[in-house]
């Protein structure tokens, strides 16, 4: 990561913009504090990869950060040193970061109000959702799953054999829990969805790969 | 993709189908354009399209093709290839399965070929076979002129796709088709190289397979597989819908494409496991392990790479289920889920069966059915029989509030499609927000096959989560409730290992410890395995997803993540790369590069010195510990043949070693991979809803595909016009990741429909006016973009229309419309059950 942030800063114009003061012939320093900080102080460049087409080209984040800590955005634009798109971006890698922030009615950077900030359930016939916390969504859904597991759980079935006998083997599925999507996962994302799901013997297992 | 974005360089010609590149692929389109510019390649582009797209606009040739007729313009190709003598002799010789005689009792008549059972509707596949001598032996006759070889019955076949009867189907001007066939079949000179770059308007059909199947067999023709500028590249619309396929998050698959048991005595156990899918091993006699191995060093016939697959089972077993994964049971095989043979669980099968309510719980991870699915009126319904729903996505789309009045609201009133309110929809909703994608960290492949890591640079929003953190916790807290049991059925969940938390950061699991599971490890010492070649059957190796393996190394006492190389050189300047991210497999970017340079292995071929990827060095040894051992393959690119296969082994001119038999090919036999299920060679049926009769055979509709609602297909009396959906670059799949973004939102606020000027006469329709569009299974509103980009087209004699629409609008978001799914059919390929969105029947009026 070192090498890379280095080569980043290299386009992020921080460098260039400190030496530019002095090539004007004068000196601007002190013009140039009293009036506004840069924007770009603070940023940290990061890489990334667009989330839209499967293209596979680099984005750079460039967020503001103090202390280690996150504040807000700057920006989010073609990563030049990606070989797949040498730092061009179609119409939405460029807005990539309305993902997260977008300008509102007053021109203030905001968080997109239409992100959803906390977990949200719908109650069996409520026309509305509640705020909850993460601890309680997450063991309520495990004791669904459970309780939908194991009431429809086929072990074992009894087979034809090749040579016309039966044998009993054991098939470990449930056909009453399905799981689709996945395809805006990461592969360790993925990767693990896929080895959970198989473990719980989920068999109606889908992703957009299919539609 | 066979090869990669920025190969598309390298070409002399790209025939673009079902793909609207410069408009849902832009960036990569570029490359294209570049290999236009490049006065050494002097590229053309070619644009097949039902309507003249941003694509047509940018290409050398644009012709006009009814949707749903892709294997009768092909076969007209082919037909074009072999009458012209424009195909590439001694790649198609040596390379493909040209020169295989095929079984007498193969036959094909008025559309069918033998074996069909009409009750059934499917086929018996034992005739579509190759001829064996004695000792077993697939028989060949090199000069191709065995009336019962392939190439002479392939070209038998195509004999009656001739230029006219095709123009008559497709609908295409007899002069721009002639264009396009003599203009993309000059590369099959040696020294040209041309490739194919198609999606969903290729794949979204009954025959979606074949369509594929009809380009491979254009590519073998011509010798573009294989090399550079060449492929058959498919363009994935999902930044990881690669990875997701890798991972096998797919019912018919485990990690890294092998096959998903079922139950049935050939995937009983494991050893029954190996039989099955480990091609040639049906006919060898083993009982256990041991001796299959010693069966694989002596070598299987007609086997190839996948003489290993035992290895690539037992360490993702290993992966899995750790210390329970033992030699003496089964390496806990009789974990896995076995499906019902004689069902299918694809995304249609889901909501078929969740309508019967037999479905209660479901997952939505980041996707959004109640747009993107087809039929999506009955897929809405279906959720309502439901108990319960996990949807985990950044936004609240259509799919997680498929309960809400709005869900419900239509643009016309009609009795027949179903209509809830809240108070009777009975599901418990569980919406998980996921954090944005630059706010998390890990992989994603993408549509080369390119594994890039993103950095995490912000933080996620309020309490969003990365999914990585919400699926860890699920399967956390879901096998705390199962600790302790001793029931048997529960032994999958209980000694699954799940150890991801990261003992130095409690918001995030190592993502590490996921790719050294994922990549492959010992469990010896947890250090990575170094490439698949070294994956092992006894559990001394582990490994999720064996096509990964080789993505991660140790150096400098840790672990490194390949994915996060990025280097630029470029070894032979034709756009490798190979140390920026990782490819699988084994870091290989184009597949099948044995195919890139002539048969004895060394010399180029003629005229094309600088595409030949990879070459046999005699003077080198292959193994650096073995200097004695002279023998190699090398080159620019990670060669797509075992190192040392040399001119003395008989697998030294079989280059698709995927394949038990080594070669491409032409005519797709049961044996010795599966064939598909409507026959060896492609043939042209019309869409589910058709507005013609048979025109070159006697059968309409693909005979082996499933029909799952026989009494809603549209008819040409009520639904005389053919639809089709598409995408816009400013929009992206459902639109939840950009209707969701005020600059998006902004550039294209309105779902509208494309109809032609002719069409708008007749049914008095004007641009930029409210139009109802119906098919027989709902109705949608929508604005009306009259325009030239669409012409009626001249099929066997009749005026037919043709409308496309976008699906990409829902009632969410800053930009709303109608969604267009709920015009689409419940009917898939019959391979894969991919759903015919790109070809139905509709009418239009004014609103």
Known sequence: ?211 | MTNHMIDLKNTNCALIMGSNMAENHPIGMKWLTRARLDPKRKAKIISVDPRFTRTSAIADIYCPMRSGTDIAFLGGMIKYILDNNLWHKDYVVNYTNAAFLVSNAFDFKDGLFSGYDEAKKAYKTDTWDFQYDSSGKIMEDPTLQNPRCVFQLMKKHYERYDIDTVCKITGSPKGKYLEVLKTFCATGAPDKTGCINYAMGITQHTVGSQNIKAFAIVQLLLGNIGRPGGGINALRGENNVQGATDMALLYHNLPGYIDSPSNIDAYKDLISYIRKTTPGAAKLNFTNLAEFRELVKAGIPYSGWKANTSKWIVSMLKAWWGNAAKPDNDFAYHYLPKRNDTKNYSHIAIFEAMYKGEIDGLFINGSNPVVGGPNANKEQDAMTKLKWLVSLDLWLNESAEFWSYPAWERAVKNDKVPHHTPKDIQTEVFFLPAAAVYEKEGTAAQTGRWVQYRWKGADPVGESKADLWIINEIGKRVKKLYAGSTRPEDEPIVNLTWDYDNPHDKEEPDIMKIANELCGFTPADNKPVEGFAKLMDDGSTACGCWIYCGCTTWKDGKMVYKAQNRKKDDPGGLGLFPNWAWCWPVNRRIIYNRCSVQPDGVTPWPGDDDRRLVYWDPTKPADTTKPDVLGTWAGFDVPDFIKTTGPDKPAFKDPFIMRGDGKGALFGSQMPASSYKEGPFPEHYEPLESPTGPIINKVVVNPAAKIWEPEKIGKTDQYPIVATTYRVTEHWQTGALTRNLPWLAELVPDMFVEISEELAREKSIENGGEVIISTIRGDIKALACVTKRFKPFLINGKTVHQIGMLWQFGFKGYATGDIANRLTPHIGDANSMTPEYKAFLCDIRRA
């Open chain 1, 1 to 211: 990561m070192e090498v890379t942030r280095r080569q980043f800063l290299k386009v992020t114009g921080a460098a260039a913009a400190s030496f530019g003061l002095l090539d004007l012939g004068f000196d601007m320093t002190a013009t140039a504090a009293a009036v506004k900080e840069l924007r770009i102080k603070d940023v940290t460049p990061t890489p990334t990869v667009c989330p839209y087409c499967a293209s596979g080209c680099g984005l750079v984040v460039y967020a503001e950060k103090k202390d280690g800590k996150f504040v807000k955005l700057l920006s989010v634009v073609g990563d030049p040193d990606n070989p797949i798109n040498e730092g061009a971006a179609c119409s939405k890698g460029s807005a990539m970061f309305n993902l997260r922030e977008i300008y509102d009615e007053k021109g203030e950077q905001v968080i997109n109000p239409k992100r959803v900030p906390k977990p949200l359930y719908r109650a069996a016939g409520s026309e509305k959702w509640e705020e909850k916390e993460w601890d309680w969504m997450l063991d309520e859904i495990a004791k669904r799953v459970k309780e939908t597991r194991d009431k429809s759980f086929i072990h074992k079935e009894k087979i034809k054999l090749a040579d016309g006998s039966e044998q009993e083997i054991i098939v470990n599925r449930t056909e009453k829990i399905a799981s689709v999507g996945g395809s805006g996962l990461d592969n360790e994302e993925a990767y693990i969805l896929s080895k959970m799901m198989r473990s719980l013997g989920v068999v109606y297992l889908e992703t957009q790969a299919r539609i």
